[in-house]
């Protein structure tokens, strides 16, 4: 056996069953599931083979379980019947069956009433009853088992559980309307139309049949309310129940005026009896059924034919009739509007006359004027001439002398600039020469000093330093022996007013000897 495969087996003895180390006694079921390879004891009978089925999201099989009786449905995974299971038969009504194995589509082939043509292939009853609920349309579904409906909004896929079925639709079609004539499993929300045709009765017995279009659709205005999903289903036939009440209001407001009176009006009568006026006496453009939110939004009034042939008889004498006097009446406004037209046309035709004499009168004034301006123009063209080639002579001249003085200063410009760079250069030129003689000045300076001093270094060793210090004292010691040959101890002058340098006294007194500085001997220590 593969991996989705089973054997049912039943015991005929009493035996061990080693497989599954349990004890079988005679009449026990049981199953196997592969793969696996498997021989059959003698006490052991096969009673089936069952097989995987695979299952996608959109398909089921209902199943029954052969101990409880309770039935199940299985969608959207791959499922093996077990040895208490067996598949189960859903049963539906024969209208459901025709419905759902019809090809006609719920909303393409909505106005199409002739007999649906089923599928040659009859449907396999194991499998999950499947619907596809076209787009703003809606399926009531009840469960019989939990006694309540649920509503189902387009598009999406109807799966009916075991214990469902479908509200099925039967609406009045034809025209005029006849019940039972249209059979359906989905309610379309619309906007539509229907039509219908109605007989009336005006106040002096006209009687009037009417060919009239409804356009309606369904106010639903909360999908995910129950109680308002399930209101689009309180009425069996909405068709049938909509069109008598209109029909009957219709009725109602015709049986209350005259023929000539409904002919003339016939649109607003109509539509003022189904959907009533306002406060401010307008007709209202909506009526609502609020058994089920139909609303019906406008009223097309298609054909009204008289039903009887006195009606009609005088009813086509009066057109006739009317029709002439349309005719009379539209031709005498034609030759009205003729003579009219043709008064305006002679009165246009003068204005005319009028006009063009004027601008005849304007255009030859104005040609004097011109001939006038000529004659001006022309004695002064001359004149003007003369002055303008003057003038412009004179703005030649003045422009060229402008031209002659931007050219004189032009050259002034680069004759000064050019004695500019000649004396900056020149006076760059003394200054770079002054600079190298200042500066062969001070090298000379230097080097005279450096001899000088070099000079005089060899002066200063060639002499000795014993003897320029024997020199240097010879003064000052000459100084004092001559004061002391003279008996003076010390002797100073002066005026009182200049302060006295008692260092250089001696040599003022002595008349201008340079003073030295020594050292005092021991015999000089007391003569101060």
Known sequence: MGEDEGLILRAQEAFKDTDADKDRLPGDK?????????????????VS???????????????????????????????????????????????????????????????????????SRARDRTKVVTFRVPHNAAVQIYDYKEKKARVVFGPELVMLGPDEQFT??????????????????????????????????????????????????FEVANKEDPKEAAKLFSVPDFV?????????????????VQFDDFHKNSAKIIRASVFGLDD?????????????????????????EPVDQRTRDSLQKSVQLAIEITTNSQEAAARHEAERLEQEAKGRLERQKIIDEAEAEKARKELLELQANSAAV????????EAQSRAEAARIEGEAAVEQAKLKAEASKI????????????????????????????????????????????MVTSIGADTIKAIAMSGPEMQVKLLKSLGLKSTLITDGSNPINLFNTASGLIGGIPAVTSKPGPDDSDEE
């Open 378 to 385: 022309e004695s002064t063209g001359q004149a003007k001439a």
């Open 240 to 256: 049938g129940d909509a069109c008598k009440a209109i029909a009957s209001r219709i009725r109602g407001a015709v049986a209350g």
């Open 415 to 458: 004759d000064a600039e050019s004695e500019l760079e000649r004396l900056t250069r020149a006076r760059e030129a003394e200054t770079k020469y002054v600079r190298e003689q200042n500066e062969l000045e001070i090298s000379k300076s230097k080097d005279m000093s450096e001899i000088e001093t070099q000079k005089f270094k060899n």
């Open 280 to 304: 401010k006496m307008k007709v209202r453009d909506r009526f609502l059924f609020p058994q089920n939110n139909l609303v019906f939004t406008s009223i097309d009034i298609q054909s009204v």
């Open 49 to 119: 083979q069952r097989k995987a089925i695979p299952l996608d999201e959109n398909e089921g099989i209902y199943i029954r379980d052969t101990k409880s009786g309770k039935v199940r449905a299985i969608a959207g995974e791959t499922y093996m019947l077990n040895q208490d299971e067996e598949l189960w038969q859903k049963e539906l009504p024969p209208a459901v069956e025709s419905l759902l194995q019809s090809a006609k589509d719920p909303l393409a082939d909505r106005s199409d009433r002739s007999s649906s043509s089923s599928s």
């Open 168 to 217: 099925q639709l039967s609406l009045s079609g034809g025209k005029p309307k006849r019940p039972n004539v249209i059979k359906s499993l989905c309610l379309l929300l619309g906007p539509d139309f229907c039509t219908d045709i109605i007989t009336i009765e005006t106040s002096d017995h006209a009687r009037l049949q009417l060919q009239l279009s409804y356009n309606w659709h």
């Open 30 to 46: 049981w199953m196997i599931r592969g793969p696996k390879e498997y021989v059959p004891p003698v006490e052991v009978e096969v």
